[in-house]
């Protein structure tokens, strides 16, 4: 019982820091903390306090044993519970993202104008406007469905509160969506099962995925959603389910379409007979079309001027201490442009991806573009952009190295640049191994150290 006794210690001290936030960080004015120089002091501290938790969570998870299995299942359970509770009550406190997004939308349901040609200047003396100081002349660069829910919570609510409130309970549910969906996956893995609760644990009590899913509201977790839907249908054969789950995740970032081609190669390869496998690509391509055009119809259609936000920050944002180092090495060798830097990652990703696929290896087709495309070939690296691919990672990667990235994810780019981060990341990788050798070496001299 002493080790569920310090897991369930670990979890209070997660859901604490998290309270800390919400008590004397997050502004209650909506503007967003790391804004406020003042603030930026307490937003840093509650990073590395994260951070050290998250490793107390590695070090306690790796010794629980199966007889636990009960006490796991309610401890986990109800740290959800109770980090929701507190994230969806607290104001975003690092990115003011959902906040433009919310404003673009009531100018959608409130004054027919069109998100993907409208800037958020424009409504600059709207009482939702205040928060957003930054990105005031980008128009809407993601997918209809994003859109839409922004447009369809705002047009029920002259109230930022209520709306903010909606968007985090239905961000929730995606959380809770992909938590079941990776249970699923392990169970057809046939991941042991108390292998299961350790990966379960690290995922949803791990405060980068709380931080940036629901309390900052990115909609990078419907991304995360689509993914595992996806990898989830290609596991079970069902290949047009699994094309359609990344089309739903490319209509909210357009990012999951490029993957469509895995789920379409294994249909054109597992699929004996050939007319049907030909029939249901089609269906899926022109559901694919018809999708697009019924959801773009609201504002007006399929048209290139929907695209104008997009392609303007494809070719135009971008920033050196934004880049990782392989994006870093690309660009100063080759001399790219941030269009030419981003095309040569989409380049790179399907090369890659060829070569998983032909190695038959599903999982690795699904991450490791993602992982070449954020470290070659992104201008603009956001730690969010981590949590598309996190739960696959969680499936095969070492939980120490999910540790690491983790912390990676939450210290940058917004409090240290990836450059400086990579160095602290250096240090925090050296403290892990030895904490990990320091702790076996006391586990021999004494086993009933836990």
């Known amino acids: 019982m002493k080790r569920i006794f310090l897991l369930g210690l670990v979890g209070l001290g997660i859901i604490s820091t998290f309270i800390f936030q919400l008590a004397f960080v997050a502004r209650h004015d909506f503007y967003v903390a790391h804004h406020f120089g003042n603030l930026i002091p307490s937003i840093t501290g509650i990073t590395y306090v ?12 790796r010794n629980i044993d199966k007889k636990y299995e009960r006490w796991l299942k309610i401890i986990l359970l109800g740290g959800c519970v109770a980090l929701v509770f507190v994230a969806v009550f607290t104001h975003p406190t690092r990115s003011q993202d959902i906040y433009w997004s919310l404003l673009l ?7 027919h104008l069109n998100p993907y040609t409208t800037q958020p200047m424009v409504l600059e003396k709207d009482s939702w406007a205040y928060p957003v100081l930054t990105w005031k002349d980008m128009t809407m660069i993601y997918g209809p469905i994003w859109a839409l829910l922004v447009g369809g919570v705002s047009a029920v609510t002259n109230s930022l509160t209520v709306a903010l409130l909606t968007m985090k309970l239905v961000f929730a549910g995606a959380l809770a969506l992909c938590g079941v969906l990776f249970w699923k996956i392990m169970a057809l893995l046939d991941i042991p099962i108390i292998k299961r609760y350790q990966l379960a644990f690290l995922l949803a009590w791990n405060p980068f995925v709380i931080q940036f899913a629901l309390v900052d509201l990115h909609n990078d977790v419907f991304l995360a959603l689509s993914f595992l839907a996806s990898y989830y249908f290609l596991l079970k054969r069902n290949y047009s389910a699994s094309m359609l789950a990344l089309l739903f995740g490319g209509f909210v970032k357009y990012v999951p379409w490029l993957f469509l081609i895995i789920p379409a190669y294994y249909l054109l390869r597992d699929v004996n007979q050939g007319n049907k496998r030909f029939v249901s690509l089609v269906k899926v391509c022109a559901l694919g079309v018809f999708s697009a055009w019924l959801l773009y119809f609201p504002f ?9 936000g997009l392609s303007s920050q494809v070719a135009n944002v971008g920033f050196p201490t934004q880049f990782l180092p392989g994006t870093t090495l690309v660009s100063q060798f080759f001399g790219m442009s941030f269009a030419q830097n981003r095309w040569f990652g989409i380049f790179f990703a399907l090369a890659v991806m060829a070569w998983c696929l032909y ?9 490791f573009p993602i992982i070449f495309i954020l470290f070659f070939g992104t201008p603009w690296f956001q730690p969010w952009y981590g949590l598309w691919v996190l739960p696959l990672l969680v499936l095969y990667l070492p ?12 210290i940058t780019p917004e409090l240290v640049s990836p450059s400086i981060a990579a160095i602290q990341i250096s240090a925090y990788t050296a403290y892990l191994y030895a904490a990990n050798y320091f702790f076996q070496l006391l586990k021999k001299k004494n086993p009933h150290v836990v």
Do not use: D
């Open 50 to 61: 994260f951070s050290g938790l998250l490793v107390a969570l590695w070090l306690i998870l």
């Open 105 to 111: 939308g009531k100018g959608f349901s409130h004054f």
């Open 399 to 410: 939980m120490e190295v999910i540790v690491i990235t983790c912390i990676f994810f939450l």
């Open 300 to 308: 007006g259609g399929l048209r290139p001027q929907n695209l104008v």
């Open 359 to 367: 190695k038959n290896k599903k999982v690795l087709a699904y991450t």
